[in-house]
């Protein structure tokens, strides 16, 4: 026998559903989704994102998703559910919630950084478990399953808006309706043919937000530049992610942020309605919602990475998170306090002259131009790691 007279192994069909098997198993679907946590499920078609894919193309093209990639980074790739699972007919959708009571976490008296709610725990985990659930269901029914989650391989938020989890506000977030958006979205890749959620609630911003602006003059940077249309290049939550130097003319209004904004959600009516209709829990076990930051700009590489590693930091360097810290301490430190004049003294005499101009920018902004050594500055540098009070 010749090797191409050798036959093909025999490729299984998928199995065909009735119409009550497709109902079956998608109250099974939903029932473990429910059962796992989520806070709503449901069911879109496969088709590519074509509409989605052109937005996106559209504003890398324009300038506006500065230097992301995320889903940016390959649209094509992002909007076509097919290249996670070739034979994809379906998409089981999930949404789990990450809103916690806003415990105070503040150390004392010491300057704190202030970390946005989706970034305080690893609520993807938690989702993923619950995806895996679905996707373990549907493979033992002989269906292929592929769990996509916090991934550059699909658009979560058009997914979540095609199976019928909500709507899109103004600020370009998905609204569950009675809800808000207080979620991270996944979703179930799959070749079983489901029927698709019908969509529940307003059909976008127009609809569902009126004439509120809320999240729109809120912004401290102006980043939303039109209904659902974002400017990263002025975003707060994409510049503390985003490599090198921080834009100067967004110091200020990054406050005490080290980590994501939470603005636009935090005005939005609909969020607070659902707040007081489902008062929300208090935070998990090891939930961060503010950070020491002397302790941060002290902290080792090693022991950065092991504390936010699951966080996105450009290029994995803990250089980021340290000067996001800086900018933090100048909005909201002491000058006069001498373990904050000692820190920042440290960091302009370093020899890192990225982080040693945002420590400069702190200490003027503290009224510490003393510690800046040259003609812009009124003296040496004082005060050496050696010198720090506890």
């Known amino acids: 026998m010749q090797p191409w007279d050798v036959p093909s192994p025999e490729v299984s069909a998928p199995p065909t559903l009735s119409v009550d098997g497709r109902a079956r198993l998608e109250r099974e679907v939903r029932a473990l989704g429910a059962a796992a946590g989520l806070a709503a499920v449901g069911i879109g078609g496969a088709e590519v994102f074509s509409a989605t894919r052109v937005v996106l193309e ?58 946005a709610r989706y970034a305080r725990g690893d609520h993807y985990a938690p989702l993923r478990t619950a995806l895996r659930r679905i996707a373990d269901h549907l493979e033992a029914e002989g269906w292929q399953a592929r769990v996509v989650a916090d991934d550059n391989a699909l658009v979560d938020r058009v997914a979540a808006q095609r199976a019928g989890l909500g709507w899109f506000g103004r600020n370009g977030l998905l609204l569950l309706p009675g809800l808000g958006s207080w979620f991270v979205l996944g979703s179930v890749v799959t070749d079983a043919p489901l029927d698709p959620t019908p969509p529940t609630g307003p059909s ?73 209709r489902h008062p929300p829990a208090p935070p998990e076990v090891g939930s961060v919602a503010g950070i020491d930051l002397v302790d941060l700009l002290c902290a080792t590489d090693a022991a950065l990475l092991e504390a936010h590693g699951r966080w996105y930091i450009a290029e994995r360097d803990p250089r980021h998170l340290r000067r996001n810290g800086l900018v933090a301490l100048g909005n909201v430190g002491d000058g006069a306090d001498p373990v904050t004049a000692a820190v920042l003294a440290d960091y302009i005499g370093g020899g890192d002259e990225l982080l040693a101009e945002h420590a400069r920018w702190a200490a003027g902004r503290l009224g510490r131009a003393d510690l800046v050594p040259g003609p812009g500055g009124a003296g040496p540098v004082a005060a050496s790691s050696s010198e720090r009070g506890p």
């Open 58 to 115: 559209s504003r890398r093209r324009d300038g506006l998703a500065a230097d992301m990639q995320f889903t940016y980074r390959n649209p094509r790739r992002s909007t076509d559910p097919h290249r996670v699972l070739p034979g994809a007919r379906s998409l089981v959708v999930g949404a789990w919630g990450y809103r916690r009571r806003d415990d105070d976490e503040r150390s004392g008296d010491r300057p704190t950084g202030r970390v």
């Open 204 to 276: 976008g911003h127009a609809e569902g937000c009126g004439t509120c602006r809320r999240c729109v003059t809120a912004c401290p940077t102006g980043a939303l530049v039109a209904d659902g249309v974002l400017d990263a290049r002025r975003c707060l939550a994409w510049l503390v992610q985003a490599p090198g130097t921080f834009p100067v003319e967004f110091r200020a209004a990054l406050g005490d942020r080290i980590y994501g904004c939470d603005d636009c959600q935090q005005v939005c009516p609909i969020n607070r309605t659902a707040d007081r």
